[in-house]
């Protein structure tokens, strides 16, 4: 889908940072991701929202009804590509990941490096390592100020 909303997204003005997609039998969410340097507005939502129903209505890549979500990735931003995790280096993140590692799944540190497909963070003053294959989910950790 990424290579499908793309050109349109750009075509915009925005960047696509990502999407979220789950499906069923009987339904579809797709989440998609916008990001601008100058932020993201409900309006800038709504015009590539309606800019890609449309698409999918032309194109029909999902065969069961969908739900079509549109936002900004926010400040606990998803990190869902590997050159988001190397852009926030430096960052506090949650992780959570599909199988668990020294019997946790779930982590907060501060984000240390991005090697390869792995990345390391500093949780409790110890360095962990995985690989990104093995992360279910992970976002920044906003920083009240």
């Known amino acids: 889908m990424e290579s499908l909303f793309t050109p349109v997204i750009v075509g915009l003005g925005y960047d ?6 789950r499906s069923s039998l009987k339904h579809a969410h797709v989440k998609i991701f916008i990001d601008h340097e100058d932020g993201i507005t409900l309006d800038h939502c709504s015009e590539v929202s309606q800019q890609i129903s449309a698409l999918l209505d032309v194109e ?5 009804p969908y739900t079509l979500e549109v936002s900004s990735p926010g400040v606990e931003r998803p990190l869902l590509k590997l050159e988001h ?7 506090e993140i949650k992780v959570r990941l599909t199988w668990a590692l020294e019997g946790r799944k779930n982590f907060r540190g501060e984000l240390t490096a991005v090697e390869a497909d792995d990345i390391t963070l500093s949780v409790d003053s110890e360095e962990v390592s995985f690989s990104i294959d093995a992360v279910k989910r992970a976002h920044l950790i906003y920083q009240h100020e």
């Open 85 to 91: 995790y190397r852009r926030y280096v430096g960052t």
């Open 16 to 21: 696509l940072w990502g999407i979220e997609y």
């Open 60 to 64: 029909e890549p999902i065969n069961v």
